[in-house]
């Protein structure tokens, strides 16, 4: 079955390191998306891509860093600039703009 | 830019009908509707492009005014697996900004 999967579930980190989160979909989806939840709050989009080896801010980019090399993955990393990381993040991809979005299962990232 | 949705919550007993309502200060191209539950992601219910359409399925259904900038999404005889958070996103009509609204919860007793 076609899907996003994100890895992984829980990360725990420790202030001042950087770390990455795997996003991998396999339906055939050019775009792809990650976005934050805070407890109790809607989804801020960190960052974006319509195409490989292009991708575009969103409204939290700051803190924040992601690749697109392949069609299929889209990994995010949380940089030690990032002051606030504890969140819940997700990752979606939709067929294009204007097209409904599938989420992953998110990662729930704690810092120690 | 971010849509506002309201109410922000509401109870609801099995059965019941619920209406939930998202309002842009932009011109709006598209709406996204989407149910999460808690601690799970979102799952895509609808897409409302402009034109004023109606959408639905079974007992779900939605209504987008592209005059008023406003999405409302319609529950009918409302089930347990009802319960959890609405968010609407929009897409404006000029550029490609798309925001997700405030969420509403929603929770079904029986």
């Known amino acids: 079955d076609g899907g996003i999967t994100q890895s992984p579930k829980y990360l725990f980190r420790k202030e001042g390191q950087n770390v990455t989160l795997s996003c991998e979909q396999n339906?055939?989806?050019?775009?792809m998306y990650w976005y934050r939840q805070d407890p109790g709050q809607g989804l801020r989009l960190i960052y974006y891509?319509?195409?490989?080896?292009?991708?575009q801010k969103g409204d939290i980019a700051e803190g924040y860093s992601v690749s697109r090399e392949k069609k299929e993955s889209f990994p995010l990393t949380v940089t030690s600039a990032q002051k606030n990381p504890t969140a819940f993040y997700l990752c979606?991809?939709?067929?294009?703009?204007?097209?409904?979005?599938?989420f992953g299962s998110g990662t729930r990232l704690t810092v120690v | 830019q971010q849509p506002v949705q309201s109410p922000q919550a509401v109870i609801l007993r099995e059965g019941e009908d619920a209406v939930i309502n998202c309002s842009s200060s932009?011109?709006?191209?598209?709406v996204h509707w989407y149910r999460q539950k808690h601690g799970e992601a979102p799952v895509f219910l609808m897409i409302?492009?402009?034109?004023?359409e109606q959408k639905g399925h079974e007992k779900i259904s939605a209504s987008f005014n592209e005059k008023k900038q406003q999405s409302s999404l319609y529950l009918t005889a409302s089930q347990l697996s009802y319960s959890g958070t609405y968010f609407c996103?929009?897409?404006?009509?000029?550029?490609?900004?798309?925001?997700f609204g405030t969420g509403t919860s929603l929770t079904v007793i029986p």
């Open positions: 979606a991809s939709s067929i294009k703009r204007s097209y409904g979005y599938t």
């Open positions: 891509s319509q195409i490989v080896n292009d991708f």
């Open positions: 339906l055939n989806h050019d775009a």
């Open positions: 932009k011109a709006l191209y598209s």
């Open positions: 996103g929009t897409e404006g009509d000029t550029g490609n900004q798309f925001y």
């Open positions: 409302l492009l402009k034109g004023g």
